[in-house]
Every structure is written in structure tokens, then in C-alpha cells.
């Protein structure tokens, strides 16, 4: 097999950007209506709904306690102090009312200054060396000086 028809293979089994690699159709597709004909539930998937903890919510969306939960094992609405429920009160989103919070419990509310950048890695660098040390390091070198340009 030639380079180009190899490339060629290849590439048409790359599947398009953003799309699923399986793709059903007719009844099977997502969107039909006669999806839900195809089996009954069963008596397990009904008893499994009526479970207390299972979420309560519609289609994909997640809420962020949940997926905190999920991904890091960590409730998130648990109280630290007496492990009850907490809720969400208020959501601050605009700067005047950040700053006035942050000021509020002690926090700094301008963005910190960023530190210098550090100055660049002086004993990887012969020369740099040699301009620190001065010249006691000349004839020990095992190169032919083909890194002393800097």
C-alpha cells in the first residue's frame, strides 16, 4: 500500500468533529416518538425511580452540588459545624458588593501585584558563569565551546 492511499484510509476513519462515533436512526434515534414503544420499563427501572435518593431533576442538567459530588466526594451543602443542609441565600456578582464583602471579613479586595519574573538560569550557561566566577572554570570544559554563545 502506497503512503497516500494509507493516509487516505486513515483518515476517513477519523470521525467529524463534535459528532458521535455511533449514530442510530429510525426508532432508535433520540427524537423518535416510537422510542419509548420499543420495551416496557422494567419492574426494576420503576422501583428505582421511587428510590428517595435519586435526583428529582429532568433531562441532562446537573445541578453543582451534585457534580461536586460526583467528581470529588465531597457535599459541598453539608454544614461543617453541625453536618445540616445548607442553601444558597445570594449570589454577589458585582464588584462594588464584592469589595464591600471582602472588606467586610478582613480580605484584601484589590488584585495583588505580580512579582518579578526571575532572572534567567545562570549555571546551565557557561559564559554566564564564567562572567560570575571569572575564568577558573576555562580549561576544565569538555566541549569545543559550542554552547558559549549566548
Known sequence: MDPLSLLCRLAASVPPPRLHTIRYAGVL????PWRSRLAPPSPQAAAASDEPGR???????RPWAELLARTFA?????????????KLLALVKGPASIARYLAAVGEAAEVPQR?????PPYWKSRVLRRQVLGDEDEGGGRGSGA????
Open 115 to 119: 512579582s518579578p519574573g526571575r532572572g
Open 55 to 61: 435526583p428529582d431533576h429532568a433531562g441532562g442538567y
Open 147 to 150: 554552547d558559549e554563545v549566548a
Open 29 to 32: 434515534a433520540p427524537a423518535s
Open 74 to 86: 465531597v457535599d459541598v451543602l453539608a454544614c461543617p459545624t453541625c453536618q445540616g443542609r445548607m
